[in-house]
């Protein structure tokens, strides 16, 4: 498997394509679609970071999901990730890494929104059964850890 | 009408459309271009919100636009509408629902920038005669509002 | 030469393909690559803004990119360049003008995030031998410097 940062390679339409797979994805997690939000990792697929143990398989991060959602909600914080900056490398085997920059905004009811975190995202996306892009390995690096 | 969020049918073509023209849009506003921007809506477009009532109607909208553009520059303020993370979905008819999140960034002369607000959008954008896009229904829900 | 804004023109292609010029660009800034950094503008490139005189030519862009970088290490600061909301008009020879916005975000080690300031950026992009996009001039203007 060999990896190419080749626009021509990457593709443009592939580009807009991801862009839209993670649109999908966080407004699946913000809306506390979490069952739904997992479904889109594989089954075998990993969530690492380093604010965090890894979580691995796709029933482990559902799990954990719906757990952040619920102290969320608990926190009456209404939370956006926006994913953007997409450095998109097709892989030979169709496979896509994607680098890309994220950020954790957090509104209260009644308040002010606030920058709660910014992170790098490094994911590894693969095609499932339908054709739909799936998480099979994200690695998220908040900016504040170091 | 069907709908559609087949990333297929919905187009990459039409993904970088909408995002160009959402870029247009917002840096009519931002400069205070309202008229113009007043017309990247349909005549009988409505611009929904969960703050203020409902404008219906591209002359109401102008006029809501150049209000509030006059009490942003009475306060100093250079504003920033960020919109991304968008989901678009194909209409059989030829339109584009699309779903959203919008930034409302306020800057002071000699000030540290804030963020002011953090919202979705949610629209209906319809061709105009020339083939440009146009806001038939924008609905913004802003988070602190709840 | 002529320009258009006509977004047929523009191309959805080179829409993509002028998002992920960025992304790469600003990656390779925030992440201290300076040298890399300063090889995406035209060996003749100006560099210039409304914060600073106007550096011109790529070495000048290089020696300022990496005392800056030298002062944010300095400083602590993990900086994140978010650009976006890209209006991208393709020129008759090529070349390509893009208005955006851009935002620094600023992280310290255990700390929080802050938007440290909110630009526009104005480029004319052109292609390099190999066909890669390069910056041959660019301005940033804050917003906070009226």
Redesign the interface.
Known sequence: MQST?D?AL?G??????I??????Q??LLDSGETDAWADTFTEDGVFAANAHPDAKGRETIREAAGKAAAQRIGAGL?V?H???????AAQEDGSARV???A?V?N????????????TTCDDLLVRGED??WLVAHRYISR????
């Open positions: 940062t626009p990457s443009t339409g592939l580009y807009s394509e862009q839209q797979f993670y649109a999908h966080m407004q209404q956006r926006w994913l953007g900056m997409l450095e998109v680098r890309s920059y950020l905004l509104t209260p009811a009644g308040g002010a929104p606030a920058v709660h975190a910014s054709g739909a900016d504040d850890l170091r």
